[in-house]
Nanobody, 122 residues
């Protein structure tokens, strides 16, 4: 079993930055990849970014490429999402996820966190 806990969300002005964290605990040696997803009100949950367990490979949605950076600290068992140049359309609940059953871009992850709210507004 793996437990994921997100933190770092909040209210930020357009053009600002936030860094989300996701602390992992439990049987984490079995994880093959980690990802970030988001869900805005009235919309489907969508892929944001993913990273392989080794950290060598990263994947991004076109909408965040060049603005967001996913990274991980193995020593701390923590996943990060650095978000820069934030836009109002980035407003959503952000979820971290672990151990995808298929593609890292899909929703078929074994474990999910509870989510953290990010609001981009002036």
């Amino acid at each position: 079993q793996v437990r994921l806990e997100e933190s770092g969300g909040g209210l930020v002005q357009p053009g600002g930055s936030l860094r989300l964290s996701c602390a992992a605990s439990g049987i984490i040696f079995s994880i093959n990849a980690l990802g970030w997803f988001r869900q805005a009100p009235g919309k489907e949950r969508e892929f944001v970014a993913a990273i392989s367990w080794s950290g060598i490979s990263t994947f991004y949605a076109d909408s965040v490429k060049g603005r967001f950076t996913i990274s991980r600290d193995n020593a701390k068992n923590t996943l990060y999402l650095q978000m820069n140049s934030l836009k109002p359309e980035d407003t959503a609940v952000y979820y971290c996820a672990a151990d995808p059953a298929g593609s890292v871009y899909g929703l078929e992850y074994e474990y999910w966190g509870q989510g953290t709210q990010v609001t981009v507004s002036s």
